[in-house]
Nanobody, 121 residues
Framework: QVQLVESGGGLVQPGGSLRLSCAASGSIFSINGMGWYRQVPGKQRELVALITSAGRTDYADSVKGRFTISRDNAKTTVYLQMNSLKPEDTAVYYC???????????????WGQGTQVTVSS
């Protein structure tokens, strides 16, 4: 059984910072790319940031220069450092990861349960 567990969401004032974490656990053979997405009610889930197993990163234009995605040395935890937060960053943030479990022939995409980020004064 593989799962992703997120933490770090909450309420923050505009201009503030938050750091999200997402830890993968279970019967994992390998993890390829990991990423963060966000969703607000009535809208589609959108990409925020991605990081490959080689450390290459990609960001949505709306967060470039403010958010930073990173992984730990074991590459089982992905982080999202969010600075200069704006009210429009308010959303439920989800992590995902391309994970190949032990005994599996290929990887599949797993999702975390989501964590609420609210930016408001």
């Amino acid at each position: 059984q593989v799962q992703l567990v997120e933490s770090g969401g909450g309420l923050v004032q505009p201009g503030g910072s938050l750091r999200l974490s997402c830890a993968a656990s279970g019967s994992i053979f390998s993890i390829n790319g990991m990423g963060w997405y966000r969703q607000v009610p009535g809208k589609q889930r959108e990409l925020v940031a991605l990081i490959t197993s080689a450390g290459r990163t990609d960001y949505a234009d709306s967060v470039k220069g403010r958010f930073t995605i990173s992984r730990d040395n074991a590459k089982t935890t992905v982080y999202l450092q969010m600075n200069s937060l704006k009210p429009e960053d308010t959303a439920v943030y989800y992590c995902n990861a391309d994970i190949r479990a032990w005994g599996a022939a290929y990887g599949i995409l797993y999702w975390g349960q989501g964590t609420q980020v609210t930016v408001s004064s």
